[in-house]
Structures are given as structure tokens and as C-alpha cells.
């Protein structure tokens, strides 16, 4: 007779499970197993209201062993300033994918918060110049922080400039991460001087506005584009989009809720002009950077593929090392 | 400050809290203000694998609050005969639809029982004639049950006809029903003479090939046709349902998971033969019933609208009786 207690894990529970490097490791192989047809294209769903809205995303990942997630994110952006709340909130639902077991209930934004920097991480490697040394962090929150630790796990960076139209919050990141990380952050401003300094840039803003424009970037940069995670949000100029090669996390995703969907929307491009799915280039399907002076941008819209892999690995390692509190919820 | 306490409700828990009579009530108003346009429709999201599938179900209630619920049930055929599981496992989340807040984590599957039946009980106030005396269940699991429970709250039922291919199932609905409900209930084996005999016929098995057909009802009868609610599974012949008078819980999603979907796919008829949404006859939109005779039938598929209209009740009281254990997953 199997157990059927559902492993409980907070925040703190998955923030002490789950490494960085771990999830860079998952997220790669997820991405390369959907590529080769091994893993189901995941789904979503959205409810919306005036004031915020509610996303899952669910995904099934069959290896060895069979494991469900089903994520679900409430997103209220006035959430701090209303009621003194994170504007997300959610939680992650696993399952056993042979028997529909529940196994483990997460708080689910540490692992939202890692996967997407592990896809920022993943996707410099196979498409930003090896050689790249020099970042530009747009947004200074939380994914601003993981993904410049995500892409010092793929890269040898030497330099960062941090740009947040809250200075308050940059300054914070400066002085924190510069210790932490021991490494040069400066916080900037003048966003067409410093990006055109800059070998890969990663914009992570909650912006409804494009911001970065075409003549910011200089030939061979790679452009993580990782707040467009909505239909209304975008922060690269679609000329800027639409001009250089295009990498999806998944393209019909992207078409609705990242910035390809502006792209199409304004009749720039259409969904030929994408090149690839990250997984089809980690996969070896299609190649990756193909000469020094391309710009490459990798429109993360944040999948049930990424949430799968991660959820697996806190799973597992909280029930070896005996970590969060079971609740027999069928009783 | 708000409290961030998550609340934690086992099966138990929630049918200590949930009553038939009060899931009837809040079931009928939840499909009242739908047609009303006063709730968003639902969403809902499969994932399926070769032993079974995951469900995702999710509406937003907006009254004096605002509340969202997202229900996950895992459906394993198979799960009794191979791991002593049951085939349907799952938690309900149940979210502030102001905040986003994550107020509860309910286990499922007595939500789900129970504001299947109440559909049940609210489609035959409306449909079945009101002198109905005589029920045919057939599939006498626990929505067997509840249904005729649901049936005894809104008509002076006398006589029950209890159908099963399992008869050990069956005879044990009729020992313990005619006990607890006091009514006589008759094991029955010849569905033909038997439905012949019965004012509303209720069909709740995992039946995937149809059995009941058009000579076996008589004019007059409601039938409420509980058990396909995924694609693969049918109870109607589509004689039988296309040439009679159809009404759904949600149209569109009886089109995909409903008998309504079968009798499309075979060309028997086409959405526009749909009379009526349940919703849209609660609301007097449409009329009911219009004649003695006419047999009508309601194609059950089981909505979001009825979770979460069942769940905000379960929630509420569980807040003012202090039942659930508190967790605080933001930590």
C-alpha cells in the first residue's frame, strides 16, 4: 500500500531545496526532451478581473518516473502598494503521473523566480558569444538577481551595469550583489550609452512600454527578453524584435503572451520569422549563434516545462532529506 | 495587515462542512448569475498520459467578495485494481480574487461529488415533471447516492429503481439508501422495463459505450445525464439525445466532453439543436418545461461554476467554525 501523504513545502522549504545550478541542469534537459518530442507540449489557462488575474501552467514530465505539475500564480500588481502584499502569489500542485498521487503542495515563487533565471542561463549559453563579459540587468528585482547569477554560471562576466527606473532598488542590487557575488555592478541611466557596452542584456521589468530601442544594441549581443509574460506586457520596440533572430521558449506561447505576440500584432513579422525553440538548439536540431555579429533575442515567457523540471527536483529532495510537513488530505 | 495563513481542509473536513441542501442552493445561483453574465465562463485544461489524465477546472465568484478556485482532479481508471488507489484524487485552491491571496487547500473529491448531485437536483426543478414520483440510478457509486439525495430535496420521490452492472454494488446502495432515506428501492436488472416505469432517470456510470436507448424512456421523463464528462466516455445512445429536448451545463464544454460532443461527431445534430443552457432557465431567460410529455435531457458535465460556488461556501464556513489546520506557505 503506497503512502498517501501530501508532502507540504513553503517558500523557505523549496528556497533551501533547490539550487541554481540544479535548475539550470533540469531546465536545459526539459527543454531539449520537448524538442525531441519526449516531453507533451504543456498547457495554460488565465481568469482575469479588473484587478489582477490568476495563470496555471501544467506540465508532465516522464523519465523514470512519471511526475505532474499544475502551477498556479495569482498575479495583482497593485498587491504592495494596496495591501501590503507580494503582487504574486501561488502554489504548485505535484502529482505522481502513474496514479494521480498527491504528492507535494510548493509555494510556488522560488521555483518561478529560478526557472525563468535557469532559462536565461540556459539560453546564454547556447546563444550570447562565449566570450561575452559584459551585462546589462534591466529591472533590479528578484529575476533581475537570479539571472545575473544564472548567466555567471554559463559565462565569465567581468562587468554589470544595473538599470531600474527605481534607483532606490538598483542602488540596493549594486551594493548587495557586488558584495555577494564579488563582482563591478554600476548602477546607469543612460540606457543607449550602456547598452551599447554590453555583450548580453537581460530585460526583467513588470513595463507595459518598450523601452529598448533597435539602435541600443550593438552587432552580437544576446537579448534575454524575459518580462513580456502577458498580453499587454513589452519592452523591446518591435523594431528591434522584429529585425534579428528570433528563439522562443515556445513559439505558441510567445505568440500570445510574450513579445512575439506584439510583433505579430503590429504586423512586423510573422511566426515564420521565428528561428527556433530554445530545445530544438540544445537538442542539436537546429544551431545556435552562427556568427559573432548576430543579434540573438530569447523571448522567455516562462513554461510548465521549466516548473515540471524544477518541481521534480525539489520533490525528490525533500523527501530524501525529510524536509516539509505530510498531511494525509484524503482522511 | 492580512493574515497569509493558507488553510488546510482534508476530505474530511470538507464534507463535515458541506451540506447537500446549501451546495443546491449555491449551485443553482452560480449557474443564475453566469447566464446572467455575472460570472466569467470557466476554463478548463487536460493533460493526459496513457493511464489515465489531469484536469484542471477554474472560475472566479464575484459577489460581496471575490473568489477564485482552481480544481485539479487526476482520473485513473485503473487506480483500484492496480495500486488500491482511488480513481479520483485531487485539491481544490482557493484564492482571494481581490488579493490573490491563497486562502485554502481543500482535498476535492467530496466537492466534486456534491456539486455534481446538486446540478442534478437543481436541473430536475426545473425539468422533471413536478409530480414525479419513480428514479431510475444508474451506476450506483457515490454519485448514484448523492443524486437521489439531491432528487429527494426538490421532489416527493416514492420509488427508486437501483441499476448496476456490479450487483454487489448495487445491493449494497439498496441496503444502506432505503435505511438512511427511508424509501423503497428496488434492485432492477431490465433497464428497458424498468426506465419505462421512471419519471427521472439519473446516469452516473464510467460507462464509455452507450446503454441506454430511445425505446427505453417514456414521454415525459427527465433524464440527467451525469457520467460522460470526457471525451471517450457515453451513456446515450445519440438517438436517444439528439431527438430530444437537450439542456446543458455549459454548452461548449458538453460540445467537447459531454454527450452532446458524440451526437455532434455523428452528425445527429448540430449546437443550435441545444435548447438551453441550465443557467439560462434558472434566470427565466428560457422556459423549463413546456409540456407533460416531452422528455428532457440535461447533459451534466460538471462545471468550475459549481466548484467554486461549493468551495466559497466550504471556505467561509470553515473560517467561522475554525475547522482546517493554518499554514503559513509564504514563509
Given at each position: 500500500m503506497r503512502s498517501t501523504d501530501t508532502l507540504l513545502l513553503t517558500r523557505k522549504n523549496v528556497a533551501d531545496l533547490l539550487s541554481l545550478e540544479e535548475c539550470i541542469n533540469t531546465v536545459e534537459e526539459a527543454f531539449k526532451l520537448y524538442a525531441e518530442g519526449k516531453m507533451q507540449p504543456p498547457k495554460i489557462l488565465g481568469v482575469h478581473n479588473q484587478k489582477g488575474g490568476f495563470h496555471i501552467k501544467a506540465g508532465l514530465l516522464e523519465k523514470q518516473d512519471s511526475f505532474f505539475a499544475a502551477k498556479m500564480n495569482a498575479n495583482f500588481p497593485n498587491n504592495m502598494k494596496e495591501y501590503g502584499l507580494p503582487a504574486i502569489q501561488g502554489v504548485l500542485i505535484a502529482s505522481d503521473g502513474e496514479t494521480g498521487q498527491l504528492l507535494a503542495l510548493m509555494y510556488s515563487i522560488e521555483i518561478t523566480i529560478l526557472r525563468t533565471g535557469a532559462a536565461t542561463g540556459v539560453a546564454a549559453k547556447y546563444l550570447s558569444r562565449?566570450?561575452?563579459?559584459?551585462?546589462?540587468?534591466?529591472?533590479?528585482?528578484?529575476?533581475?538577481?537570479?539571472?545575473?547569477?544564472?548567466?555567471?554560471?554559463?559565462?565569465?562576466?567581468?562587468?554589470?551595469?544595473?538599470?531600474?527606473?527605481?534607483?532606490?532598488?538598483?542602488?540596493?542590487?549594486?551594493?548587495?550583489?557586488?558584495?555577494?557575488?564579488?563582482?563591478?555592478?554600476?548602477?546607469?541611466?543612460?540606457?543607449?550609452?550602456?547598452?551599447?557596452?554590453?555583450?548580453?542584456?537581460?530585460?526583467?521589468?513588470?513595463?507595459?512600454?518598450?523601452?529598448?530601442?533597435?539602435?541600443?544594441?550593438?552587432?552580437?549581443?544576446?537579448?534575454?527578453?524575459?518580462?513580456?509574460?502577458?498580453?499587454?506586457?513589452?519592452?523591446?520596440?518591435?523594431?528591434?524584435?522584429?529585425?534579428?533572430?528570433?528563439?522562443?521558449?515556445?513559439?505558441?506561447?510567445?505568440?500570445?503572451?510574450?513579445?512575439?505576440?506584439?510583433?505579430?500584432?503590429?504586423?512586423?513579422?510573422?511566426?515564420?520569422?521565428?528561428?527556433?525553440?530554445?530545445?530544438?538548439?540544445?537538442?542539436?536540431?537546429?544551431?545556435g549563434r552562427t556568427s559573432d555579429n548576430e543579434i540573438i533575442i530569447f523571448d522567455s515567457t516562462g513554461t510548465a516545462l521549466q516548473d515540471v523540471a524544477a518541481a521534480a527536483i525539489v520533490y525528490k529532495k525533500a523527501v530524501t532529506m525529510e524536509v516539509g510537513m505530510k498531511l494525509n488530505f484524503s482522511n
Open positions: 562565449p566570450e561575452s563579459k559584459t551585462v546589462a540587468i534591466c529591472g533590479c528585482g528578484n529575476q533581475g538577481r537570479v539571472s545575473l547569477k544564472a548567466l555567471m554560471e554559463v559565462r565569465s562576466i567581468e562587468k554589470v551595469f544595473a538599470f531600474d527606473t527605481d534607483s532606490i532598488r538598483a542602488d540596493r542590487f549594486v551594493k548587495e550583489l557586488s558584495k555577494e557575488l564579488n563582482i563591478t555592478i554600476e548602477q546607469v541611466t543612460d540606457l543607449e550609452k550602456n547598452l551599447n557596452q554590453s555583450d548580453i542584456v537581460v530585460t526583467c521589468t513588470p513595463s507595459k512600454q518598450p523601452f529598448i530601442k533597435r539602435e541600443y544594441i550593438k552587432p552580437g549581443t544576446f537579448i534575454a527578453a524575459v518580462g513580456a509574460d502577458s498580453e499587454e506586457k513589452q519592452e523591446l520596440y518591435t523594431e528591434l524584435f522584429a529585425a534579428n533572430k528570433i528563439v522562443t521558449d515556445l513559439t505558441v506561447q510567445c505568440a500570445s503572451i510574450g513579445e512575439l505576440h506584439h510583433a505579430l500584432v503590429n504586423g512586423h513579422i510573422t511566426i515564420a520569422n521565428v528561428y527556433a525553440e530554445l530545445g530544438e538548439i540544445i537538442a542539436g536540431l537546429k544551431e
